[in-house]
């Protein structure tokens, strides 16, 4: 088999095909190398420029099956690291700029000036924090503006601060914030969260935590370089506001991280890809795992399971390709249930 690789109407014969490439490091990444490399794929990792993915921004996970003591995001990812490495998987630091999946093998170009061929690719980019969108946000991110409360906790000992958002991320992060802040105010746009009742008990038991209800922000007011407060909007009665803080965390939602499959792969209205129950995407042989696809979950353990899922159909659809031939990459006939 031959291929074009340029672009430009030159073939070359192929060689150091990779089997698999596995795009992400987070938990579903790490998940698609173990169930690969068991396989003798000799999968390849790239890890992207977030190393972990959200999980290694978590100061405490205690959701995840198997540690009832709880542990840190960035031991659990360093913990399925190893594991996969143990069983072959090569994981290098690079971040992927482009993907060409319009021809096969498949090309994986990096910004490290590395291009690779691969047989099968595992999409597993997840998704990174949605912004506020208002006057000052951008001006004074990492001057008083954050949006994870692991990395910059310590910088606010003995302050006040903001947290935006009403999800569990919200409220842990609230809770983790005041091991550090002297106050800790959680503004909501409604008047009820949507974090899970046993996270909601906790907040409310702090003695740190205040909420302020039915209130979003309309602009960040900085002075000398920092924050120094927050212009407010009450969603009920439309009254004006003002409070003075010495930083704000934002957590009100991801958006996918799906640069790489815009004009490519087949994405839904809110950008995640569009997958099947097998996590096949509407390019045979191009597979995905974790919050790049799933938008309903989210969750530590869900991506795991979706990066098992997706390294078991990667290996079978590999063992098809050798008994039968590669499919053929126009439109896929099948219907994409699962996003």
Known sequence: MTTNATGNGAHA?????????????????????????????????????????????????????????????????ERMKAQAEKFGTRVEFDYVSEIVVDQHPFIVRTSGGQEYKAKSLILSTGASPRYLQIPGEKEFTGKGVSYCATCDGFFFRGKDVLVIGGGDSAVEEALFLTKFASRVRVIHRRDKLRAGKLLQERLFANAKIEMVWNTVLTEVVGADGSVVGVKTLDTVTGAEGYLETDGIFVFVGH???????????????????????????????????????????????????????????????LEEMEAEGMPSLEADPRELVYA
Do not use: W
């Not at 014969?13 to 795009?23: K, P, R």
């Not at 799933?294 to 079978?316: E, F, L, N, P």
């Open 13 to 77: 014969a192929e060689t150091n095909v990779e089997e698999v490439i596995i795009i992400g490091s987070g938990p579903a990444g790490f998940t698609a190398g173990l169930y690969t490399a068991r396989a003798n794929l000799k999968p390849l990792l790239l890890t992207g420029n977030e190393y972990g993915g959200q999980v290694s921004l978590t100061y405490d996970i205690e959701n995840y099956p198997g540690f009832p003591e709880s542990l840190s995001g960035p031991d659990l990812v």
């Open 255 to 317: 958006l996918p991280n799906n640069t790489l499959m815009q004009g490519k792969l087949a994405l839904d209205e809110d950008g995640h890809l569009i997958v099947d129950k097998k996590m096949r995407t509407n390019i045979p042989g191009v597979f995905a795992a974790g919050e790049i696809m799933d938008k309903v979950y989210k969750q530590v353990a869900t991506s795991v399971g979706q990066g098992c899922s997706a390294a078991m159909q990667a290996t079978r659809f």
